[in-house]
């Protein structure tokens, strides 16, 4: 199949040449998995240390006397609790209180916010951000094209780095970022990942994406690094029961619903989308996320349907063998009056209906 017309990040040669297998990810031609395979990358991660290509996610600067107003705005999460050099997870919604994306904002200075969305929804986003701004007194700047982004993740991720750059990475608190140089490239060090595990995102300008790619790579290679696909990024942040936009999230779900209201800040005053959250939270959901073990032998898929009995209850959002538990799991939105520990599912499974049962979340969560 041609990737003409596919979005390429600055490391697709580097892809290909290690064995990359390529596949078209929502518009992006990206690595699904190395040679290693997927459970080598997920084991390599939870064991030692994964470098992710993650180049194609999308950045925004916001600039501006209004910066943090002006995200407070768009956002669920309160920005105005954020400190300089930190940063937070939150939910970009809409009038429905529905998600638009979910978002890293970090703050560099009261007036100066970086945005980092999802590759797929870049554009969107941005076409929903760029108009609001008019009653603001800020600046926009869709930097995605000058951007590479590579995410060390594991308990090795910090060894490594370390070896990279000056900056004293373990001074770096979760969720918190610096600038400095890594492999004598001016990059942005964040505390941050998407796999469970300790590790870093390092930003960069897009021409140096090779350089220090390689360059972590060979910092690496004495602990057993090793180059990770979307596939293992998938599984990784499955066991961790990290949302995943399309899926968990979407236009039409609140995090309210996806166990997110730990980012929906309705105290703060007013954003896009708050009332009905407010009303949502007053009135009770009616559906939630959980998770859920297969009891029976079989592996649920996305969009797989869930049954209690003979009635059709929900959906299977994310789905997947686990590597690291060596149990079969998955999400699903339930109605609430089923969304408790315990509770017994059935999920068709090519025509076959295989037992299954709600558990806590995270299904994995690292010790510190």
Same mark, same amino acid.
């Given at each position: 199949?041609?990737t003409?017309?596919?979005k390429? %990040?600055?490391?697709?040669?580097?892809? !290909? !040449?290690?064995?990359?297998?390529?596949?078209?990810? =929502? =518009?992006?031609?990206?690595?699904?998995?190395?040679?290693?395979?997927?459970?080598?990358?997920?084991?390599?991660?939870?064991e030692?240390?994964?470098?992710?290509?993650?180049?194609?996610? =999308? &950045?925004?600067?916001?600039?501006?006397?209004d910066?943090?107003?002006f995200?407070?705005?768009?956002?669920?999460?309160?920005?105005? !609790?954020l400190?300089?050099?930190? +940063?937070?997870?939150?939910?970009?919604?809409n009038e429905?209180g529905?998600?638009?994306d979910d978002?890293?904002?970090?703050r560099?200075a009261?007036?100066?916010?970086?945005?980092?969305?999802?590759?797929?929804?870049?554009?969107?986003?941005?076409?929903?951000i760029?108009?609001?701004?008019?009653?603001?007194?800020?600046k926009? !700047?869709h930097?995605?094209?000058?951007?590479?982004q590579?995410?060390i993740?594991?308990?090795?991720?910090?060894?490594i780095l370390?070896t990279l750059?000056?900056?004293?990475?373990?001074s770096?608190?979760?969720?918190?970022?610096? %600038?400095?140089?890594v492999d =004598?490239?001016d990059s942005i060090?964040?505390r941050?990942?998407?796999?469970?595990?300790?590790?870093?995102e390092?930003?960069?300008? +897009?021409?140096?994406?090779e350089?220090?790619?390689?360059?972590?790579?060979?910092?690496?290679?004495?602990?057993?690094i090793?180059p990770?696909?979307?596939?293992?990024?998938?599984?990784l942040r499955l066991?961790s +029961?990290?949302?995943?936009y399309?899926? &968990?999230?979407?236009?039409t779900?609140?995090?309210?619903?996806?166990?997110?209201g730990w980012?929906c800040?309705?105290?703060?005053?007013?954003?896009?989308?708050? &009332?009905?959250?407010?009303?949502?939270k007053?009135?009770?959901?009616k559906?939630?996320?959980?998770?859920?073990e297969?009891?029976?032998?079989?592996?649920?898929r996305?969009?797989?349907?869930?049954?209690?009995?003979?009635?059709?209850?929900?959906?299977?959002?994310?789905?997947?063998?686990?590597?690291?538990?060596?149990?079969n799991?998955?999400?699903?939105?339930l109605?609430?009056?089923?969304?408790?520990?315990?509770?017994?599912?059935?999920?068709?499974v090519?025509?076959?209906k295989? +037992?299954?049962?709600?558990?806590?979340?995270?299904?994995?969560?690292?010790?510190?």
């Open positions: 199949m041609s003409e017309y596919l390429k %990040t600055p490391l697709n040669e580097v892809h !290909r !040449r290690s064995g990359g297998k390529m596949v078209d990810f =929502g =518009g992006w031609d990206m690595p699904v998995q190395y040679e290693a395979g997927v459970i080598a990358e997920h084991m390599a991660t939870r030692r240390a994964g470098l992710f290509d993650v180049s194609h996610m =999308g &950045e925004i600067w916001v600039d501006g006397p910066a943090i107003r995200v407070n705005h768009l956002t669920t999460n309160d920005v105005a !609790r400190v300089d050099g930190q +940063a937070h997870y939150s939910a970009l919604t429905s529905g998600v638009v978002l890293l904002v970090y560099f009261e007036d100066r916010l970086f945005l980092v969305v999802n590759a797929g929804t870049q554009d969107k986003d941005w076409a929903w760029a108009p609001k701004a008019a009653d603001f007194d800020v926009l !700047r930097a995605s094209v000058e951007y590479c590579i995410a993740q594991g308990p090795k991720a910090l060894g370390q750059t000056p900056t004293d990475l373990s770096i608190k979760y969720y918190h970022f610096t %600038t400095g140089t =004598g490239v060090i964040s941050t990942g998407y796999t469970g595990e300790d590790g870093f390092v930003y960069a300008e +897009a021409s140096k994406a350089q220090l790619w390689n360059k972590v790579m060979e910092a690496g290679a004495g602990v057993g090793l990770c696909g979307l596939a293992a990024r998938n599984t066991e +029961a990290m949302s995943l399309g899926h &968990e999230l979407s236009d779900i609140s995090p309210l619903e996806a166990n997110l980012i800040k309705l105290d703060k005053g007013d954003f896009i989308g708050r &009332e009905p959250m407010q009303k949502l007053e009135e009770g959901l559906r939630k996320l959980v998770g859920f297969m009891t029976d032998r079989g592996i649920a996305d969009g797989f349907e869930v049954f209690i009995g003979d009635e059709k209850v929900g959906n299977v959002t994310s789905a997947s063998p686990a590597p690291f538990l060596k149990k799991i998955g999400l699903a939105f109605p609430t009056e089923f969304a408790k520990t315990g509770q017994e599912i059935t999920i068709d090519r025509g076959k295989l +037992a299954a049962v709600v558990v806590p979340t995270p299904f994995y969560k690292r010790e510190k």
